[in-house]
């Protein structure tokens, strides 16, 4: 079984930037990684996700021209660079592993497992 931990998050005033990490452990997988992020009381969101290639990414229209994501499968890592923050991006931020092989389309919560434990982002007007 896989285990993800995140980190890389904080207090930062809009506007600024933040890098996200997200280390992969035990047994990995050689499927698509994901970002989501869930706000206070909603639902969980998808933010970005990228193939175990790297060839293949995927933003949500919320974060495209702000967010990059990115991976060294030799530190089994995935990254979320996140630009120009605001106030509405606050949010816990969570990484997982996509259930299957292959391009998901339209990315949901239900696509994804192994959740990690997530981690606080919080962007100050």
């Known amino acids: 079984q896989v285990q993800l931990v995140e980190s890389g998050g904080g207090l930062v005033q809009a506007g600024e930037s933040l890098r996200l990490s997200c280390v992969a452990s035990?047994?990995?997988?050689?499927?698509?990684m994901g970002w989501f992020l869930q706000a206070p009381g909603k639902q969980y969101e998808f933010v970005a996700s990228?193939?175990?290639?790297?060839?293949?990414?995927d933003y949500a229209d919320s974060v495209k021209g702000r967010c990059t994501i990115s991976e060294d499968n030799a530190k089994k890592t995935v990254y979320l660079k996140m630009n120009s923050l605001k106030p509405e991006d606050t949010a816990v931020y969570y990484c997982?592993?996509?259930?299957?092989?292959?391009?998901?389309?339209?990315?949901?919560?239900?696509?994804?497992?192994?959740w990690g434990q997530g981690t606080q982002v919080t962007v100050s007007s």
């Open positions: 997982a592993v996509a259930r299957r092989y292959g391009a998901v389309v339209t990315p949901t919560q239900a696509d994804f497992g192994s």
């Open positions: 035990g047994r990995t997988f050689t499927r698509d």
């Open positions: 990228i193939s175990w290639s790297g060839d293949r990414t």
